[in-house]
């Protein structure tokens, strides 16, 4: 006798539609399970035999075969395992097949026949409604999750044996409540807060501005001096997540089996990798294609301390999900396609021991230079606001808090993110493109000819001056401005990574040289090749007239 029971297979952090056809024939008794399924498939026939026969019911003494359709979809996992106790059940007459036709199910089994959760539930749950399938069965401990798509009827169980009652025509459980998370994994620690930190209004004006449009930063300065501190309080700047990216964000940590399963996750992710990382956690893969930090982070936060500690495999490997906002994870036979829409931070000493530009400094040229090899060009083209952090003077250290708080920012952040939403049907500045830059970052004349300069002596790439128009926009929109205009190019030029050119000489993105600029260049960088991430950077400060004076060429 044939059974065909619906149930789901996870494929990236969606789901794809499987049947598992179970056929009883006279013979020796044997079970096989096929399908392209992994180890944990394969090893499904000793866990459905075993949660069968201790929940009371009778295992078939004959030629069981299961097959997961399609075959040529991998399939992996044990989620497969209810679905083909319930095909064993159906095909032996212990429960109706018709009952079949209104329930896909989804679920792990214990020995003893309890069901166990299983990572994407989420997922499965959207692949039933948008399939047409009337009722979703699921373990209870994911029910919560599962009744966050209203479109499918969810019953959550505890057991095989209230899987069989409830298709042998039972009633019903209620459905489980949906409900919102925000435990800690999501968020920073402790909610901190900005009024914690002590001076550095430079930088906390530059991670506004970043929070404003979603834009990468560096943080550059010796140890000690609060970068950490300051990237640890940029989630509680930044604007709520609506109810579209709640569901993505549960959606992918669900997949990667980091949802407790209570509910809709409500708090930005967090994540801060240790530098030890591998290219393969950082950005996903893995024999069977699993989400990685990038990922884990989407419409987050992905912080990376001791930025020029990571291997230089898994910090190439960022390049192309901070620019196509997705990655695509390519093995035999499959490919798992992830976002990666995340708000990159990162913290950087400017030199080996982190007191370049000053007496402190032990480090030589050779020393400077091997740790500017670190950071390749490419990937520091790709970050938009550089923030030096120096340490706080002595009066600010001891004196009382600080007056800016997180929830005053935050009110500045969600303000100039409606004014982007509504421009851009939801989006933000730092993923627009070049026609939408071209509509809606036009810079005024004055600072169109500073950008123009700027590009033109090599200070910006071509991929850096549409990502100073994208800050510059975010600035004026912090602002309440409709038009780009000169003092705020200027000021993004301000907070950009300077050019080799600009480095060497000292010169600040306004084209003003700044005498301590000047000191810790010459105190601190490298005489020949590339000079280090970071030194000696120019802090940004708003242009003073309608057209700063044109930037100078380096020595």
């Excluded at 298709?167 to 409900?179: M, Q, S, V, W, Y």
């Excluded at 950490?228 to 709640?246: F, K, N």
């Excluded at 884990?296 to 910090?315: I, K, M, Y």
Aim: glycine share 12%; with cysteine; hydrophobic share 40%.
């Amino acid at each position: 006798m044939l059974a065909c029971v619906t149930t789901y297979a996870i494929d990236g952090i969606d789901s794809r539609r499987v049947t598992a056809e179970v056929d009883l024939r006279q013979g020796l008794p044997a079970f096989s399970v096929v399908g392209l399924g992994d180890k944990a498939v394969r090893e499904a026939r000793e866990r459905v035999r075993a949660a069968l026969l201790n929940s009371g019911f009778d295992f078939p003494q004959r030629r069981i075969t299961a097959n997961l359709a399609p075959a040529y979809l991998r399939k992996a996992g044990p989620g497969f395992d209810l679905a083909i106790a319930v095909g064993i059940l159906a095909a032996s007459g212990q429960i109706p097949v018709e009952a079949l036709e209104r329930w896909a199910v989804f679920g792990e089994l214990s020995l003893g026949g309890e069901l166990r959760p299983c990572g994407g539930t989420l997922a499965v749950a959207e692949g039933a409604a948008r399939d047409g399938v009337p009722g979703l069965i699921v373990p209870a401990d994911r029910g919560a999750e599962a009744a966050l798509v209203d479109d499918v009827r969810v019953a959550s169980l505890r057991s095989v044996a209230e899987v069989a009652e409830l298709l042998r025509g039972g009633d019903a459980p209620p459905r489980p409540e949906a409900t919102v998370d925000s435990h800690p994994g999501f968020a920073a620690f402790e909610a901190p807060d900005l009024a914690d930190v002590r001076g550095q209004g430079d930088v906390v004006r530059g991670l506004t501005i970043a929070a404003a449009g979603g834009h990468n930063i560096l943080l550059s300065g010796p140890p000690g001096t609060g970068k950490t501190m300051l990237a640890r309080r940029v989630p509680t700047i930044l604007p709520s997540l609506s109810h579209d990216e709640a569901l993505e964000v549960t959606r992918i940590h669900s997949v990667a089996g980091l949802s407790p399963g209570s509910g809709l996750v409500s708090a930005r992710p967090f994540r801060a990798p240790h530098h030890t990382i591998s290219s393969s956690g950082l950005v996903g893969g893995g024999a069977t294609p699993v989400p990685g930090e990038v990922s884990l982070a989407h419409r987050g936060v992905l912080f990376l301390d001791e930025l020029s500690e990571f291997t230089r495999p898994a910090l190439e490997a960022l390049r192309q999900p901070l620019e196509d906002g997705r990655v695509a994870i390519v093995r035999a036979q499959r490919t798992a396609i992830y976002p990666t829409r995340f708000m990159l931070v990162a913290a950087t000493n400017p030199c080996p021991c982190g007191f370049a530009g000053s007496r402190r400094c032990r480090c030589t040229d050779a020393d400077h230079a091997k740790h500017a090899r670190r950071l390749s060009g490419p990937l520091l083209d790709r970050i938009d606001l550089v923030l030096n952090v120096h340490p706080p003077a002595a009066d600010e250290l001891t004196g009382v808090p600080g007056t800016t708080t997180s929830a005053d920012v935050r009110e500045r952040v969600v303000a100039a993110r409606e004014r982007q939403a509504r421009r851009l049907d939801g989006g933000c500045n730092a993923h627009v493109t070049v026609q939408q830059l071209r509509g809606h970052a036009e810079p005024d004349h004055a600072g169109e000819r500073l950008l123009r300069r700027a590009y033109a002596s090599g200070h910006v790439s071509a991929r850096g001056h549409h990502r100073v128009l994208r800050v510059a926009r975010s600035i004026a929109d912090l602002a309440a401005r409709d038009r780009v205009t000169a003092a705020d190019v200027s000021l993004a030029l301000g907070f950009r990574q300077d050019g080799p050119a600009q480095r060497r000489g000292g010169v600040s993105a306004g084209g003003r040289a700044r005498p301590a600029d000047v000191g810790r260049a010459r105190a601190g960088r490298p005489r020949a090749g590339r000079p280090r991430a970071g030194g000696g950077r120019a802090r940004a400060a708003p242009c003073r007239g309608a057209e700063p004076a044109p930037p100078r060429a380096g020595r």
